[in-house]
């Protein structure tokens, strides 16, 4: 399963890559507001931090004004992903850009006939918005595994990207429901590693090894 993290704060991301296991990033208007900084350079910065697919969205609504923006998006690196919203328009363009080459997110997904559509267009990747759907007292998980079931059947190839997630207990019922990858917001990301039990049982062998006095890089080897 792919992890990729929800943010487009670079100093957040520069920290978290250096773990190794940051497989691409997802941006919308909202983050690149919450940035402060301008849309293109950060994209730019992003997709030369981070290899994987790098999400940026589009802001237009009709398709011919989306597809000048997404073509102007996927011109600043190879990693870029054009990100399209699941309307009829999102979808012309998106299917545009899969007759390209070019890599697509269709995003703000609520519904398995939504995510019907998007395959159909061609999408490399499909939003499903877990969290905002749970928010509401909708099961988000439930309409993962609907997806996974639905595209399995028709053999398409889209992936699908557990979105708007809040907790890691969403990522693993994501994971459970066959999600091809999750796009976390930094916190979540860090709170993966994170179990009680783990740093009870460090604690201990630590202290026992300290006990024996002795050094693993002093020994004769
Ligand atoms: O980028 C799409 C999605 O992950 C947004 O999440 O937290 O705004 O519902 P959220």
New binding site residues.
């Given amino acids: 399963m792919q992890l990729f993290i ?1 943010t487009a704060d670079i100093a957040v991301l520069k920290a978290l890559a250096e773990t190794g296991l940051v497989d691409g990033v ?1 941006t ?1 208007p ?2 690149i507001a919450k940035s402060g900084r301008q849309f293109i350079p950060t994209i730019a910065e992003i997709c030369e931090l981070i290899p994987g697919p790098i999400s940026a969205e589009v802001a237009a609504i009709d398709a011919p004004t989306m597809i000048k923006e997404g073509e102007k998006l996927a011109g600043i690196a190879s990693n870029v992903v054009v990100k399209l919203p699941l309307t009829f328009e999102g979808l012309k363009a998106c299917a545009h850009f899969a007759s390209q080459g070019i890599m697509t997110n269709v ?1 703000l997904c609520f519904s398995v006939t939504q995510a019907l559509l998007a395959a159909k267009a061609g999408a490399t990747y499909v ?1 499903p ?1 877990v ?2 759907l749970e928010d509401q007292g909708a099961d988000g998980i439930e309409l993962l595994a609907e997806i996974r079931a639905v595209y399995d059947t028709y053999g398409y190839e889209t992936e699908i990207l557990a ?4 907790t890691p207990a969403q990522v693993k019922a994501a994971a459970l429901a066959g999600a091809d990858c999750a ?1 976390l ?1 930094p916190g979540v990301f860090r709170d993966l590693v994170k179990h009680p039990l783990t740093d009870k049982g460090l604690e201990q062998f630590l202290s026992d090894w300290k006990g024996t006095g002795q050094s693993i890089l002093g020994e004769l080897g």
């Fill in positions: 929800d997802t919308n909202s983050l995003t939003s918005f969290g905002r979105a708007s997630i809040r796009t917001p």
